[in-house]
Structure formats: structure tokens, C-alpha cells
């Protein structure tokens, strides 16, 4: 079945540790999302990709970076987790279509603790 | 800027009941608003879109309305049942992007 995959489904890591989540579709979507999630919050958008476009949302840190080096795999890179980072940080994709009307597939999503 | 408004309280409903959430917008005329649905510990699902032209759509037991009006989604779920527990999100088309609100946790009583 055509999905949406995160590795690892649980991360641990220590204050100011690099860390790395992953995700692969084989939906073959143009466009890739990266969103944090906190407890009871609603999900929020960090940065997408449209193909090779990043679009970066005004209000995500620097920390946070992205690659999506083919269309199939995207990568979220937290430079310096701080204890604030602790979410779950999801990845959806859609097929990025004109006008709208764009659903999204969710991946199961990587729960992050930085110790 | 845009506010989306779902009841922070979980909802409890009597197996067999039909549940209704709602979800509230502000400063902002989507073409279209979606509902999805979010299991404990996992990524969302999408359950229906409706677009700002429909006034209702269905799909098996769900039904979703929408009032450009009163800038209000109504999602029902008629003979609910313990399976349909979960939180339900509301989200709405913002340029290329999707706005989700916070979610309704819905609770059905055996």
C-alpha cells in the first residue's frame, strides 16, 4: 500500500544533540510537510517542499532545518534541541494540486524527548 | 490573522447517539475546510473536504455542513459507536497550505 513512513517512531535525545527524523512516501506526492505537534495543540506547520521548492514558515526557528533530497525522502534536522523541542513532529504529504483542494496523508509521526 | 475555534473540551456521547462538533473561523473565507481524524499517538487522517460552494456533504455515517455565513463547519457522526473515540480536527486551505484548529476529543460510551 502506498503510505507515508517516519523513522524513528520514538527519538530520544539530549539537550543540544543533533537529531535527524526522516520520512519517505511512496505516494509519489510533489509536496512534503513537516509539522509539530504538542500535546493537545493543533499541528503546526514548520516548512514544506513543492518539488525542490522550500518554503519556510516566517515564524519557525533556525534550528530547525530541512532537506528533501529526492522525491520519495525529506529529512528534518533539529540542530540544538532544547527541552522546548519535545513534540511530535509529523510529516504529510500531498499531490500539490493547482487551484486547492489538496489533502494531506499523514505519516504515524516521530514523538521526540530531549533530555 | 486567521483563528480557527473547536471545543477544547472532550465531548462525551452516548453509544448510538449522533455527535456533533463544531469549528469556528475568523478573519478568513476558505474555498474549502476539511475534517480529519487523530488517533492517540498517531498522524492524522482525512476524513471529508467540502467546499465553500456545498452546503453539505456525507460519506457513509458522517456528515459535514458548511455556513460561509456564520463561517462555521458542523461534522456529525451519526450511530456512533466506541470505535469512532478519537480527536477530530478542522482544517481550512490558506494559500498552498492547510491551517489545522486544536481538535475535539470525542469520547462514545458503551
Known amino acids: 500500500d502506498a503510505m507515508v513512513i517516519q523513522n524513528p517512531r520514538y527519538q530520544v535525545t539530549q539537550f543540544g544533540k543533533p537529531v535527524t527524523l526522516s520520512c519517505s512516501q511512496t505516494?509519489?506526492?510533489?509536496?512534503m510537510y513537516w509539522y509539530q505537534q504538542k500535546s493537545s495543540q493543533a499541528p503546526k506547520l514548520l516548512f514544506h517542499y513543492y518539488d525542490k521548492d522550500f518554503n519556510n514558515e516566517a515564524d519557525t526557528p533556525d534550528n530547525f532545518q530541512s532537506r528533501r533530497p529526492n522525491t520519495s525522502f525529506c529529512f528534518l534536522d533539529i540542530r540544538s534541541p532544547g527541552l522546548g523541542d519535545a513534540a511530535m513532529y509529523l510529516c504529510a504529504t500531498s499531490k500539490g494540486t493547482s487551484g486547492g483542494e489538496d489533502t494531506q496523508y499523514f505519516g504515524p509521526g516521530t514523538r521526540l524527548t530531549v533530555l | 490573522s486567521q483563528k480557527i475555534e473547536q471545543n477544547s473540551e472532550a465531548l462525551n456521547i452516548q453509544e448510538g447517539k449522533t455527535a456533533t462538533l463544531t469549528c469556528n473561523y475568523t478573519n478568513y473565507s476558505p474555498a474549502y475546510l476539511q475534517w480529519y481524524r487523530q488517533d492517540p499517538g498517531r498522524g492524522p487522517v482525512f476524513l471529508l473536504l467540502?467546499?465553500?460552494?456545498?452546503k453539505e456533504k456525507r460519506k457513509e455515517r458522517l456528515k459535514v455542513t458548511f455556513d460561509t455565513t456564520l463561517k462555521q463547519s458542523l461534522f456529525h457522526i451519526t450511530a456512533s459507536q466506541p470505535a469512532d473515540s478519537a480527536t477530530y480536527l478542522c482544517a481550512l486551505n490558506r494559500d498552498d497550505k492547510i491551517i489545522f484548529g486544536k481538535g475535539t476529543r470525542l469520547h462514545i460510551l458503551p
Open positions: 505516494l509519489n506526492h510533489n509536496v
Open positions: 467540502i467546499r465553500e460552494n456545498e
